[in-house]
Protein backbone atom coordinates (compact mmCIF):
# COMPACT_ATOMS: atom_id res chain seq x y z
CA UNK A 1 0.00 0.00 0.00
CA UNK A 2 1.67 3.60 -0.79
CA UNK A 3 0.15 6.31 -0.13
CA UNK A 4 0.92 9.98 -1.03
CA UNK A 5 0.03 13.21 1.18
CA UNK A 6 -0.53 16.66 1.01
CA UNK A 7 -2.37 20.00 1.68
CA UNK A 8 -4.62 22.32 0.45
CA UNK A 9 -7.06 25.18 1.40
CA UNK A 10 -10.45 24.95 1.41
CA UNK A 11 -12.49 28.10 1.98
CA UNK A 12 -15.63 28.60 3.13
CA UNK A 13 -16.44 32.46 3.05
CA UNK A 14 -13.48 34.39 4.12
CA UNK A 15 -11.97 31.33 6.47
CA UNK A 16 -10.09 28.77 5.26
CA UNK A 17 -9.61 25.52 6.62
CA UNK A 18 -6.21 23.04 5.86
CA UNK A 19 -7.43 20.02 4.05
CA UNK A 20 -5.54 16.92 4.09
CA UNK A 21 -5.02 15.18 1.24
CA UNK A 22 -4.31 11.75 0.52
CA UNK A 23 -3.95 9.19 -2.80
CA UNK A 24 -3.27 5.84 -1.94
CA UNK A 25 -2.01 3.50 -5.07
CA UNK A 26 -3.91 0.45 -4.76
CA UNK A 27 -4.05 -2.41 -6.82
CA UNK A 28 -7.51 -2.68 -8.85
CA UNK A 29 -7.73 -2.15 -12.08
CA UNK A 30 -7.24 1.31 -13.49
CA UNK A 31 -9.84 4.05 -12.18
CA UNK A 32 -9.43 7.87 -10.28
CA UNK A 33 -11.53 8.10 -7.45
CA UNK A 34 -11.79 11.53 -5.17
CA UNK A 35 -13.98 11.21 -1.93
CA UNK A 36 -14.86 14.08 0.96
CA UNK A 37 -17.77 15.84 -0.40
CA UNK A 38 -16.52 17.04 -3.46
CA UNK A 39 -18.29 19.56 -5.95
CA UNK A 40 -18.92 19.30 -9.74
CA UNK A 41 -15.48 21.20 -10.76
CA UNK A 42 -13.70 19.65 -8.22
CA UNK A 43 -15.09 16.10 -9.98
CA UNK A 44 -13.77 17.34 -12.86
CA UNK A 45 -10.33 17.55 -11.17
CA UNK A 46 -9.79 14.12 -12.25
CA UNK A 47 -10.00 14.40 -15.36
CA UNK A 48 -7.54 17.37 -15.31
CA UNK A 49 -4.99 16.06 -13.29
CA UNK A 50 -5.17 12.88 -15.77
CA UNK A 51 -4.08 14.90 -18.77
CA UNK A 52 -1.50 16.69 -16.51
CA UNK A 53 -0.08 14.33 -15.10
CA UNK A 54 0.62 12.64 -18.97
CA UNK A 55 1.22 16.05 -20.49
CA UNK A 56 4.25 16.66 -17.83
CA UNK A 57 6.19 13.61 -18.54
CA UNK A 58 4.77 11.15 -15.70
CA UNK A 59 2.86 8.11 -15.92
CA UNK A 60 -0.28 8.11 -14.02
CA UNK A 61 -0.56 4.88 -11.96
CA UNK A 62 -2.34 1.72 -14.25
CA UNK A 63 -4.25 1.03 -10.65
CA UNK A 64 -6.69 2.26 -8.69
CA UNK A 65 -6.12 5.52 -7.35
CA UNK A 66 -8.16 6.99 -4.62
CA UNK A 67 -7.84 10.60 -3.81
CA UNK A 68 -8.93 11.33 0.04
CA UNK A 69 -10.11 14.80 0.78
CA UNK A 70 -9.97 15.44 4.64
CA UNK A 71 -12.07 16.12 6.90
CA UNK A 72 -14.76 14.51 4.75
CA UNK A 73 -17.23 16.00 5.55
CA UNK A 74 -15.71 19.30 5.11
CA UNK A 75 -17.84 20.33 1.54
CA UNK A 76 -15.00 21.68 -1.11
CA UNK A 77 -16.01 23.71 -3.94
CA UNK A 78 -13.50 24.26 -7.20
CA UNK A 79 -10.36 23.73 -9.00
CA UNK A 80 -8.40 24.68 -6.68
CA UNK A 81 -7.44 21.43 -5.27
CA UNK A 82 -5.67 20.07 -8.71
CA UNK A 83 -2.60 20.46 -7.74
CA UNK A 84 -2.24 19.02 -4.13
CA UNK A 85 -4.19 16.15 -6.08
CA UNK A 86 -1.88 15.86 -9.03
CA UNK A 87 1.51 15.64 -6.18
CA UNK A 88 -0.28 13.27 -3.72
CA UNK A 89 -0.49 10.79 -6.44
CA UNK A 90 3.00 11.31 -7.80
CA UNK A 91 4.15 11.14 -4.28
CA UNK A 92 1.97 7.60 -3.83
CA UNK A 93 3.91 6.35 -7.11
CA UNK A 94 6.87 7.72 -5.56
CA UNK A 95 7.81 9.73 -8.57
CA UNK A 96 8.47 12.88 -6.01
CA UNK A 97 9.91 12.75 -2.77
CA UNK A 98 7.10 12.04 -0.61
CA UNK A 99 8.31 14.35 2.71
CA UNK A 100 9.11 17.57 0.36
CA UNK A 101 5.18 17.02 -0.90
CA UNK A 102 3.66 16.57 2.61
CA UNK A 103 5.29 19.48 4.21
CA UNK A 104 3.92 22.25 1.59
CA UNK A 105 0.40 23.42 0.68
CA UNK A 106 -0.29 23.40 -2.52
CA UNK A 107 -3.13 25.67 -4.44
CA UNK A 108 -3.48 25.88 -8.08
CA UNK A 109 -6.19 24.78 -11.08
CA UNK A 110 -4.42 22.49 -13.67
CA UNK A 111 -4.38 23.25 -17.26
CA UNK A 112 -4.48 19.97 -19.47
CA UNK A 113 -1.08 20.56 -20.96
CA UNK A 114 0.11 20.89 -17.01
CA UNK A 115 0.30 24.58 -16.73
CA UNK A 116 -1.36 26.09 -13.63
CA UNK A 117 -4.25 28.34 -14.05
CA UNK A 118 -4.57 31.23 -11.42
CA UNK A 119 -7.76 30.81 -8.66
CA UNK A 120 -10.09 32.88 -6.86
CA UNK A 121 -9.97 33.64 -3.16
CA UNK A 122 -5.97 33.13 -3.48
CA UNK A 123 -5.62 35.54 -0.46
CA UNK A 124 -7.90 34.37 2.23
CA UNK A 125 -6.26 30.71 1.45
CA UNK A 126 -2.69 32.26 1.85
CA UNK A 127 -3.53 33.86 5.28
CA UNK A 128 -5.51 30.39 6.43
CA UNK A 129 -2.51 28.41 5.81
CA UNK A 130 -0.22 30.41 7.29
CA UNK A 131 -2.47 30.95 10.54
CA UNK A 132 -2.48 27.12 10.92
CA UNK A 133 1.03 27.51 11.08
CA UNK A 134 1.84 26.04 7.28
CA UNK A 135 5.33 27.71 6.34
CA UNK A 136 5.79 26.97 2.67
CA UNK A 137 2.92 27.72 0.16
CA UNK A 138 3.12 27.01 -3.59
CA UNK A 139 0.40 28.96 -5.88
CA UNK A 140 0.11 29.03 -9.56
CA UNK A 141 2.89 32.12 -11.33
CA UNK A 142 -0.21 33.91 -12.12
CA UNK A 143 -1.39 35.08 -8.30
CA UNK A 144 2.49 35.37 -7.42
CA UNK A 145 1.98 39.15 -6.55
CA UNK A 146 -1.15 38.57 -4.02
CA UNK A 147 -0.13 35.41 -2.36
CA UNK A 148 3.19 37.56 -1.76
CA UNK A 149 0.78 40.08 0.05
CA UNK A 150 0.47 37.59 2.83
CA UNK A 151 3.87 38.40 5.08
CA UNK A 152 5.21 35.25 7.36
CA UNK A 153 5.04 32.75 5.18
CA UNK A 154 7.15 31.44 2.05
CA UNK A 155 5.44 31.74 -1.54
CA UNK A 156 6.73 29.19 -4.25
CA UNK A 157 5.27 30.64 -7.75
CA UNK A 158 5.14 27.90 -10.08
CA UNK A 159 4.11 27.55 -13.71
CA UNK A 160 3.30 24.01 -13.96
CA UNK A 161 2.84 20.83 -12.45
CA UNK A 162 6.71 19.90 -14.01
CA UNK A 163 8.01 23.26 -12.39
CA UNK A 164 6.17 22.18 -8.95
CA UNK A 165 7.93 18.70 -9.50
CA UNK A 166 11.41 19.94 -9.82
CA UNK A 167 10.66 22.15 -7.12
CA UNK A 168 10.23 19.34 -4.80
CA UNK A 169 13.65 17.64 -6.33
CA UNK A 170 12.87 15.77 -9.01
CA UNK A 171 16.03 16.39 -11.48
CA UNK A 172 13.63 16.99 -14.93
CA UNK A 173 14.27 19.45 -17.65
CA UNK A 174 11.38 22.24 -17.33
CA UNK A 175 10.97 24.18 -20.62
CA UNK A 176 10.22 27.74 -20.78
CA UNK A 177 6.61 28.15 -20.55
CA UNK A 178 4.37 31.15 -20.82
CA UNK A 179 2.70 31.49 -17.75
CA UNK A 180 -1.45 31.76 -17.36
CA UNK A 181 -1.67 35.71 -16.25
CA UNK A 182 -5.19 36.14 -14.52
CA UNK A 183 -7.20 38.41 -16.26
CA UNK A 184 -6.25 42.00 -15.52
CA UNK A 185 -8.38 44.66 -14.12
CA UNK A 186 -7.44 48.19 -15.55
CA UNK A 187 -6.07 50.74 -13.41
CA UNK A 188 -8.55 52.52 -11.66
CA UNK A 189 -8.61 56.00 -12.73
CA UNK A 190 -7.74 58.89 -10.30
CA UNK A 191 -10.83 60.56 -9.30
CA UNK A 192 -11.63 63.66 -10.55
CA UNK A 193 -13.96 64.64 -7.73
CA UNK A 194 -13.57 66.34 -4.78
CA UNK A 195 -15.39 67.89 -1.57
CA UNK A 196 -15.04 71.11 -3.53
CA UNK A 197 -17.58 70.58 -6.28
CA UNK A 198 -20.43 70.55 -4.10
CA UNK A 199 -21.54 74.11 -3.70
CA UNK A 200 -24.07 76.00 -1.82
CA UNK A 201 -24.51 73.17 1.27
CA UNK A 202 -22.26 73.83 3.95
CA UNK A 203 -24.48 71.81 6.27
CA UNK A 204 -24.11 69.02 4.28
CA UNK A 205 -20.67 69.13 4.30
CA UNK A 206 -20.10 69.93 7.96
CA UNK A 207 -22.48 66.68 8.36
CA UNK A 208 -20.42 64.44 5.73
CA UNK A 209 -17.12 65.31 7.84
CA UNK A 210 -19.59 64.06 10.92
CA UNK A 211 -20.47 61.00 9.35
CA UNK A 212 -17.20 60.10 8.51
CA UNK A 213 -15.31 61.01 11.98
CA UNK A 214 -17.58 59.07 13.67
CA UNK A 215 -18.53 56.46 11.43
CA UNK A 216 -22.44 57.21 11.35
CA UNK A 217 -24.93 55.99 9.00
CA UNK A 218 -26.81 58.49 6.77
CA UNK A 219 -30.19 59.09 5.09
CA UNK A 220 -30.30 62.29 2.66
CA UNK A 221 -33.79 62.89 1.52
CA UNK A 222 -34.04 65.55 -1.46
CA UNK A 223 -35.53 66.05 -4.58
CA UNK A 224 -33.79 64.46 -7.73
CA UNK A 225 -30.54 66.98 -9.12
CA UNK A 226 -30.06 67.54 -5.70
CA UNK A 227 -26.44 65.86 -5.55
CA UNK A 228 -26.92 63.19 -3.38
CA UNK A 229 -25.45 60.63 -5.06
CA UNK A 230 -22.32 62.94 -5.47
CA UNK A 231 -22.40 63.62 -1.60
CA UNK A 232 -22.33 60.18 -0.95
CA UNK A 233 -19.10 59.22 -3.31
CA UNK A 234 -17.62 62.18 -1.48
CA UNK A 235 -18.45 60.54 1.71
CA UNK A 236 -15.45 57.89 0.83
CA UNK A 237 -12.96 59.98 -0.66
CA UNK A 238 -12.82 62.09 3.03
CA UNK A 239 -12.53 58.65 4.84
CA UNK A 240 -8.79 57.83 6.10
CA UNK A 241 -6.95 55.24 4.56
CA UNK A 242 -7.18 51.69 5.74
CA UNK A 243 -5.35 49.64 8.54
CA UNK A 244 -2.73 47.19 7.64
CA UNK A 245 -5.87 45.05 8.52
CA UNK A 246 -8.36 46.27 7.36
CA UNK A 247 -6.59 46.28 4.30
CA UNK A 248 -6.25 42.78 4.08
CA UNK A 249 -9.76 41.89 4.80
CA UNK A 250 -10.70 44.59 1.77
CA UNK A 251 -8.55 43.07 -0.19
CA UNK A 252 -9.47 39.48 0.79
CA UNK A 253 -12.78 39.95 -0.33
CA UNK A 254 -12.44 40.94 -3.73
CA UNK A 255 -10.05 38.65 -4.61
CA UNK A 256 -12.82 36.55 -3.19
CA UNK A 257 -16.28 38.07 -5.12
CA UNK A 258 -14.30 38.40 -8.47
CA UNK A 259 -12.56 35.54 -10.54
CA UNK A 260 -8.52 36.11 -9.00
CA UNK A 261 -6.49 39.53 -10.48
CA UNK A 262 -5.62 41.20 -7.68
CA UNK A 263 -1.85 41.86 -7.26
CA UNK A 264 -2.20 45.29 -4.64
CA UNK A 265 -3.36 46.03 -1.31
CA UNK A 266 -6.10 47.97 -1.17
CA UNK A 267 -5.23 51.41 0.32
CA UNK A 268 -8.81 53.42 0.12
CA UNK A 269 -12.14 52.47 1.50
CA UNK A 270 -14.85 50.44 -1.05
CA UNK A 271 -17.71 52.11 -2.23
CA UNK A 272 -20.36 49.81 -3.46
CA UNK A 273 -23.55 51.04 -4.87
CA UNK A 274 -25.74 48.80 -6.02
CA UNK A 275 -28.82 49.20 -8.14
CA UNK A 276 -32.43 48.80 -6.42
CA UNK A 277 -33.05 45.82 -7.62
CA UNK A 278 -30.84 43.97 -6.17
CA UNK A 279 -31.44 40.89 -4.66
CA UNK A 280 -31.36 39.93 -0.62
CA UNK A 281 -28.17 37.66 -1.66
CA UNK A 282 -26.82 40.09 -3.76
CA UNK A 283 -27.06 41.75 -0.85
CA UNK A 284 -26.19 40.00 2.12
CA UNK A 285 -23.91 37.27 0.17
CA UNK A 286 -25.14 33.62 -0.62
CA UNK A 287 -25.25 32.13 -4.22
CA UNK A 288 -25.54 28.16 -4.86
CA UNK A 289 -22.63 26.26 -4.80
CA UNK A 290 -19.76 28.43 -3.75
CA UNK A 291 -20.87 31.03 -1.34
CA UNK A 292 -19.98 34.17 -2.54
CA UNK A 293 -19.64 37.72 -0.59
CA UNK A 294 -22.49 40.39 -0.95
CA UNK A 295 -22.35 44.06 -1.30
CA UNK A 296 -22.12 44.48 2.13
CA UNK A 297 -19.45 42.50 2.22
CA UNK A 298 -17.40 43.98 -0.41
CA UNK A 299 -18.53 47.46 0.81
CA UNK A 300 -16.89 46.28 4.38
CA UNK A 301 -14.59 49.08 6.13
CA UNK A 302 -16.58 51.39 3.30
CA UNK A 303 -19.44 52.89 2.11
CA UNK A 304 -22.67 50.72 1.42
CA UNK A 305 -24.69 53.89 -0.52
CA UNK A 306 -28.46 52.51 -1.33
CA UNK A 307 -29.80 55.31 -3.90
CA UNK A 308 -33.48 55.40 -4.18
CA UNK A 309 -33.80 53.63 -0.90
CA UNK A 310 -37.50 53.28 -1.10
CA UNK A 311 -37.47 51.43 -4.09
CA UNK A 312 -35.37 48.36 -2.62
CA UNK A 313 -37.82 45.28 -1.69
CA UNK A 314 -38.56 45.43 2.17
CA UNK A 315 -36.83 42.43 2.41
CA UNK A 316 -33.56 43.38 1.06
CA UNK A 317 -33.49 46.61 3.55
CA UNK A 318 -34.61 44.30 6.46
CA UNK A 319 -31.71 42.06 5.93
CA UNK A 320 -29.16 44.47 6.72
CA UNK A 321 -30.69 45.56 10.25
CA UNK A 322 -28.43 41.84 11.51
CA UNK A 323 -25.19 43.09 10.21
CA UNK A 324 -25.29 46.51 10.81
CA UNK A 325 -25.54 45.66 14.46
CA UNK A 326 -23.21 43.09 14.61
CA UNK A 327 -20.99 44.22 11.61
CA UNK A 328 -20.77 40.61 10.32
CA UNK A 329 -22.25 38.52 8.34
CA UNK A 330 -22.47 34.19 8.80
CA UNK A 331 -24.85 32.36 5.79
CA UNK A 332 -25.80 29.25 7.16
CA UNK A 333 -26.08 25.75 4.84
CA UNK A 334 -27.59 22.76 5.85
CA UNK A 335 -23.84 21.25 6.47
CA UNK A 336 -21.88 24.74 6.66
CA UNK A 337 -21.42 28.26 7.35
CA UNK A 338 -19.55 30.79 5.77
CA UNK A 339 -18.37 34.03 7.90
CA UNK A 340 -17.97 37.52 6.11
CA UNK A 341 -17.14 41.06 7.22
CA UNK A 342 -19.80 43.82 7.33
CA UNK A 343 -18.45 46.97 8.81
CA UNK A 344 -20.29 49.02 6.46
CA UNK A 345 -21.23 52.47 6.67
CA UNK A 346 -24.70 52.81 5.27
CA UNK A 347 -25.75 55.95 3.54
CA UNK A 348 -29.54 55.97 2.06
CA UNK A 349 -30.98 58.32 0.03
CA UNK A 350 -34.73 58.92 -1.16
CA UNK A 351 -36.40 61.34 -3.12
CA UNK A 352 -39.47 63.08 -0.66
CA UNK A 353 -42.22 61.06 -3.30
CA UNK A 354 -42.40 59.45 -6.06
CA UNK A 355 -42.68 62.19 -8.70
CA UNK A 356 -39.82 64.05 -6.38
CA UNK A 357 -41.05 67.22 -6.31
CA UNK A 358 -42.96 67.37 -2.49
CA UNK A 359 -41.83 70.13 0.05
CA UNK A 360 -40.20 71.91 -3.19
CA UNK A 361 -40.80 75.39 -4.14
CA UNK A 362 -42.00 76.68 -7.50
CA UNK A 363 -42.73 72.82 -8.22
CA UNK A 364 -46.09 70.74 -7.49
CA UNK A 365 -46.20 67.54 -6.67
CA UNK A 366 -48.51 64.82 -8.30
CA UNK A 367 -48.66 62.08 -6.11
CA UNK A 368 -51.34 61.42 -3.52
CA UNK A 369 -51.04 62.08 0.51
CA UNK A 370 -51.43 58.36 0.30
CA UNK A 371 -48.73 57.32 -2.00
CA UNK A 372 -46.40 59.83 -0.89
CA UNK A 373 -46.51 58.56 2.80
CA UNK A 374 -46.85 54.82 1.80
CA UNK A 375 -43.72 55.55 -0.52
CA UNK A 376 -41.68 56.48 2.69
CA UNK A 377 -43.26 54.24 4.99
CA UNK A 378 -41.09 51.87 2.85
CA UNK A 379 -38.35 52.48 5.02
CA UNK A 380 -39.00 50.55 8.13
CA UNK A 381 -38.30 51.78 11.46
CA UNK A 382 -35.82 49.56 12.64
CA UNK A 383 -33.31 50.40 9.83
CA UNK A 384 -34.17 54.38 10.29
CA UNK A 385 -33.59 54.27 13.64
CA UNK A 386 -30.14 52.85 13.32
CA UNK A 387 -29.26 55.81 11.01
CA UNK A 388 -27.52 58.80 13.36
CA UNK A 389 -27.61 61.39 10.50
CA UNK A 390 -30.86 62.48 8.78
CA UNK A 391 -29.92 65.09 6.21
CA UNK A 392 -32.41 67.33 4.15
CA UNK A 393 -30.61 67.72 0.66
CA UNK A 394 -32.22 70.89 -1.16
CA UNK A 395 -31.95 71.88 -4.51
CA UNK A 396 -28.86 74.39 -5.24
CA UNK A 397 -30.46 78.09 -6.44
CA UNK A 398 -28.70 80.02 -8.72
CA UNK A 399 -27.75 82.76 -6.38
CA UNK A 400 -25.62 80.07 -4.22
CA UNK A 401 -24.02 78.59 -7.32
CA UNK A 402 -22.04 81.79 -8.08
CA UNK A 403 -21.59 82.96 -4.78
CA UNK A 404 -17.69 82.76 -4.63
CA UNK A 405 -17.77 84.22 -1.31
CA UNK A 406 -18.83 81.33 0.16
CA UNK A 407 -16.31 79.02 1.44
CA UNK A 408 -15.51 76.30 -0.23
CA UNK A 409 -14.02 72.73 1.71
CA UNK A 410 -11.49 70.80 -0.61
CA UNK A 411 -11.15 66.45 0.14
CA UNK A 412 -7.71 67.16 1.69
CA UNK A 413 -8.80 69.46 4.07
CA UNK A 414 -12.17 67.57 5.12
CA UNK A 415 -9.33 64.54 5.22
CA UNK A 416 -7.45 65.95 7.83
CA UNK A 417 -10.33 67.31 9.80
CA UNK A 418 -11.88 63.62 10.18
CA UNK A 419 -8.56 62.41 10.94
CA UNK A 420 -7.88 64.78 13.83
CA UNK A 421 -11.40 64.00 14.73
CA UNK A 422 -10.80 60.18 14.64
CA UNK A 423 -7.09 60.89 16.68
CA UNK A 424 -9.15 62.80 19.31
CA UNK A 425 -11.95 60.17 19.90
CA UNK A 426 -8.86 57.22 19.54
CA UNK A 427 -7.02 59.19 22.73
CA UNK A 428 -10.53 59.62 24.45
CA UNK A 429 -11.52 56.24 24.25
CA UNK A 430 -9.08 54.01 23.63
CA UNK A 431 -9.70 51.05 21.01
CA UNK A 432 -13.16 50.26 22.42
CA UNK A 433 -15.85 53.12 22.58
CA UNK A 434 -17.64 53.15 25.80
CA UNK A 435 -20.95 51.60 25.87
CA UNK A 436 -24.19 54.35 26.67
CA UNK A 437 -24.51 53.69 30.18
CA UNK A 438 -20.57 55.03 30.62
CA UNK A 439 -21.75 57.96 28.31
CA UNK A 440 -24.74 59.02 30.58
CA UNK A 441 -23.57 58.48 33.86
CA UNK A 442 -19.85 57.67 33.85
CA UNK A 443 -16.76 59.99 33.65
CA UNK A 444 -17.89 60.69 30.23
CA UNK A 445 -21.31 62.44 31.33
CA UNK A 446 -22.04 65.67 29.85
CA UNK A 447 -23.18 69.18 31.95
CA UNK A 448 -26.85 69.12 32.90
CA UNK A 449 -25.93 72.56 30.93
CA UNK A 450 -25.15 71.28 27.83
CA UNK A 451 -28.18 68.21 27.90
CA UNK A 452 -31.12 70.33 28.47
CA UNK A 453 -32.85 70.66 25.12
CA UNK A 454 -32.22 66.78 24.84
CA UNK A 455 -33.94 66.38 28.36
CA UNK A 456 -36.48 68.19 27.13
CA UNK A 457 -37.06 66.23 24.26
CA UNK A 458 -36.89 62.80 26.06
CA UNK A 459 -39.82 64.63 28.33
CA UNK A 460 -42.17 65.40 25.51
CA UNK A 461 -41.99 61.79 24.69
CA UNK A 462 -39.90 63.01 20.89
CA UNK A 463 -36.89 61.09 21.79
CA UNK A 464 -36.40 57.26 22.80
CA UNK A 465 -33.60 56.31 25.05
CA UNK A 466 -31.68 55.03 22.79
CA UNK A 467 -32.20 57.61 20.48
CA UNK A 468 -31.08 59.73 23.40
CA UNK A 469 -27.69 57.80 23.48
CA UNK A 470 -27.43 58.22 19.53
CA UNK A 471 -27.67 61.98 20.11
CA UNK A 472 -25.07 62.05 22.60
CA UNK A 473 -22.50 60.15 20.46
CA UNK A 474 -23.39 62.34 17.55
CA UNK A 475 -22.69 65.43 19.58
CA UNK A 476 -19.68 64.00 21.09
CA UNK A 477 -18.37 63.43 17.47
CA UNK A 478 -19.01 66.85 16.47
CA UNK A 479 -17.09 68.29 19.58
CA UNK A 480 -14.12 66.67 17.92
CA UNK A 481 -14.83 67.48 14.82
CA UNK A 482 -14.62 71.49 16.16
CA UNK A 483 -11.50 70.41 18.76
CA UNK A 484 -13.40 70.79 21.67
CA UNK A 485 -13.27 68.80 24.59
CA UNK A 486 -16.77 68.09 25.81
CA UNK A 487 -19.87 68.49 23.09
CA UNK A 488 -21.63 72.31 24.91
CA UNK A 489 -25.18 72.74 24.69
CA UNK A 490 -24.57 73.91 20.95
CA UNK A 491 -23.00 70.89 19.91
CA UNK A 492 -25.88 68.85 21.20
CA UNK A 493 -28.50 71.16 19.71
CA UNK A 494 -26.65 70.48 16.62
CA UNK A 495 -26.50 66.90 17.16
CA UNK A 496 -30.55 66.66 17.79
CA UNK A 497 -31.51 68.17 14.67
CA UNK A 498 -29.14 65.93 12.73
CA UNK A 499 -30.72 63.09 14.64
CA UNK A 500 -34.19 65.04 13.74
CA UNK A 501 -33.65 66.40 10.64
CA UNK A 502 -36.02 64.10 8.40
CA UNK A 503 -39.27 63.68 9.65
CA UNK A 504 -39.64 60.39 8.53
CA UNK B 1 -8.34 -13.95 -38.43
CA UNK B 2 -7.33 -10.05 -38.11
CA UNK B 3 -4.16 -9.27 -36.74
CA UNK B 4 -5.83 -8.25 -33.41
CA UNK B 5 -7.21 -11.39 -32.80
CA UNK B 6 -4.04 -13.36 -33.39
CA UNK B 7 -2.86 -10.58 -30.61
CA UNK B 8 -5.17 -11.35 -28.84
CA UNK B 9 -4.97 -15.51 -28.76
CA UNK B 10 -1.62 -14.60 -28.61
CA UNK B 11 -2.34 -12.87 -25.29
CA UNK B 12 -4.41 -15.38 -23.78
CA UNK B 13 -2.15 -18.34 -24.41
CA UNK B 14 1.00 -16.19 -22.31
CA UNK B 15 -1.72 -15.40 -19.83
CA UNK B 16 -2.88 -19.06 -19.13
CA UNK B 17 1.13 -19.90 -19.05
CA UNK B 18 2.06 -17.43 -16.60
CA UNK B 19 -1.37 -18.69 -14.21
CA UNK B 20 -0.05 -22.07 -15.01
CA UNK B 21 3.33 -20.95 -13.83
CA UNK B 22 2.34 -19.31 -10.35
CA UNK B 23 0.36 -22.73 -9.22
CA UNK B 24 -3.04 -22.26 -11.06
CA UNK B 25 -5.40 -25.23 -13.27
CA UNK B 26 -6.68 -23.44 -15.92
CA UNK B 27 -10.33 -25.38 -15.79
CA UNK B 28 -11.49 -23.29 -19.04
CA UNK B 29 -10.44 -21.33 -22.21
CA UNK B 30 -12.51 -19.09 -24.37
CA UNK B 31 -15.84 -20.38 -22.77
CA UNK B 32 -19.05 -18.81 -24.58
CA UNK B 33 -22.52 -18.56 -24.16
CA UNK B 34 -24.96 -16.20 -25.60
CA UNK B 35 -24.03 -13.63 -23.11
CA UNK B 36 -20.23 -13.01 -24.40
CA UNK B 37 -16.97 -15.11 -23.35
CA UNK B 38 -15.15 -15.22 -20.75
CA UNK B 39 -11.23 -15.56 -21.67
CA UNK B 40 -9.55 -17.94 -18.85
CA UNK B 41 -10.93 -19.89 -16.11
CA UNK B 42 -8.57 -21.20 -13.75
CA UNK B 43 -8.77 -22.84 -10.20
CA UNK B 44 -6.28 -22.17 -7.46
CA UNK B 45 -6.96 -24.61 -4.48
CA UNK B 46 -10.72 -23.73 -3.62
CA UNK B 47 -10.74 -20.42 -5.37
CA UNK B 48 -11.97 -19.87 -8.73
CA UNK B 49 -10.92 -16.85 -10.79
CA UNK B 50 -12.93 -16.09 -14.00
CA UNK B 51 -9.70 -14.03 -15.89
CA UNK B 52 -10.12 -11.14 -18.56
CA UNK B 53 -6.89 -10.50 -20.55
CA UNK B 54 -5.94 -7.03 -22.46
CA UNK B 55 -3.47 -7.20 -24.45
CA UNK B 56 -1.83 -4.34 -26.40
CA UNK B 57 1.18 -3.99 -28.76
CA UNK B 58 2.40 -0.74 -27.19
CA UNK B 59 0.94 1.56 -24.19
CA UNK B 60 0.75 4.71 -26.44
CA UNK B 61 -2.96 4.39 -26.53
CA UNK B 62 -3.09 3.63 -22.20
CA UNK B 63 -2.54 0.40 -20.01
CA UNK B 64 -4.49 -2.06 -21.40
CA UNK B 65 -6.33 -2.25 -18.17
CA UNK B 66 -7.93 1.10 -18.62
CA UNK B 67 -9.92 -0.95 -21.47
CA UNK B 68 -11.92 -2.79 -18.97
CA UNK B 69 -14.93 -1.04 -18.94
CA UNK B 70 -17.74 -1.20 -15.79
CA UNK B 71 -20.15 -2.43 -18.35
CA UNK B 72 -17.65 -5.25 -19.23
CA UNK B 73 -16.73 -6.20 -15.23
CA UNK B 74 -20.58 -6.53 -14.88
CA UNK B 75 -21.15 -8.36 -18.02
CA UNK B 76 -18.00 -10.89 -16.63
CA UNK B 77 -19.92 -10.96 -13.01
CA UNK B 78 -23.20 -12.93 -15.10
CA UNK B 79 -20.68 -14.81 -17.31
CA UNK B 80 -18.93 -15.97 -14.18
CA UNK B 81 -22.24 -17.01 -12.85
CA UNK B 82 -23.39 -18.72 -16.34
CA UNK B 83 -20.23 -20.91 -16.69
CA UNK B 84 -20.84 -21.71 -12.57
CA UNK B 85 -24.45 -23.44 -13.79
CA UNK B 86 -22.99 -24.75 -16.74
CA UNK B 87 -20.43 -26.62 -14.94
CA UNK B 88 -21.90 -27.59 -12.19
CA UNK B 89 -19.86 -25.55 -9.83
CA UNK B 90 -21.42 -24.16 -6.60
CA UNK B 91 -19.63 -24.06 -3.70
CA UNK B 92 -16.24 -22.33 -4.52
CA UNK B 93 -14.93 -18.80 -3.90
CA UNK B 94 -15.29 -17.06 -7.23
CA UNK B 95 -13.89 -13.57 -8.21
CA UNK B 96 -13.04 -11.93 -10.96
CA UNK B 97 -9.10 -10.94 -11.94
CA UNK B 98 -7.80 -9.13 -14.67
CA UNK B 99 -4.31 -9.50 -17.06
CA UNK B 100 -3.26 -6.66 -18.87
CA UNK B 101 -0.54 -7.63 -21.26
CA UNK B 102 2.13 -5.28 -23.81
CA UNK B 103 4.24 -7.40 -26.22
CA UNK B 104 4.08 -7.56 -30.13
CA UNK B 105 2.78 -11.23 -30.31
CA UNK B 106 6.41 -12.59 -29.91
CA UNK B 107 8.16 -11.04 -26.95
CA UNK B 108 6.26 -10.12 -23.87
CA UNK B 109 6.92 -6.48 -23.22
CA UNK B 110 5.00 -6.51 -19.11
CA UNK B 111 2.39 -8.90 -17.81
CA UNK B 112 0.37 -7.00 -15.06
CA UNK B 113 -1.78 -9.52 -12.98
CA UNK B 114 -4.92 -8.02 -11.10
CA UNK B 115 -7.00 -10.27 -8.61
CA UNK B 116 -10.25 -9.39 -7.48
CA UNK B 117 -10.87 -6.15 -9.36
CA UNK B 118 -14.78 -6.58 -8.42
CA UNK B 119 -14.94 -6.31 -4.64
Known sequence: MTIGRTRSVALSGLSGHLVDIEADIASGLPALVIIGLPDASLGEAKDRVRSAIANSGFVMPPTRVTVNLSPASLPKQGSGFDLAIALAILAGSRDVPTESVASCVHLGELALDGRLRPVAGVLPAVVAARDAGATRIMVPAGNRAEAELVPGIEVIPVASLAHAIRVHGVDIAVHDIDVIEPPREPEPEPTQRDLADIVGQPDIISALIAAAAGGHHMFMLGPPGAGKTMIAERLVDILPDLTPEESLEVTSISSLARVAHTSRLATRPPFVAPHHTATAVAIVGGGSGIIRPGAVSRASRGVLFLDEAPEFASTVLDALRQPLESGDIVIHRANTSAHFPAHVQLVLAANPCPCGNAGIDDTTCLCTPDRRRRYLARLSGPILDRIDLHLPVSRVRRAQLFDSTAPRVTTAEARERVASARARAADRWGFTRPDPLELRSGRFRLKPTAVRSLDAALDRGALTMRGYDRVVRIAWTLADCDGSDTPTADHVGRALYLRQGVPA | ?119
Open chain 2, 1 to 119: MALKHELGRWGEVVASDFLVANGYEVLDRGWRCRHGEIDIVARLATSIAFVEVKTRRTGRYGHPLEAITPTKLARLRVLAGEWCRANRVTAAAIRIDAIGIIGDGIAIGSLEHRTAVIS
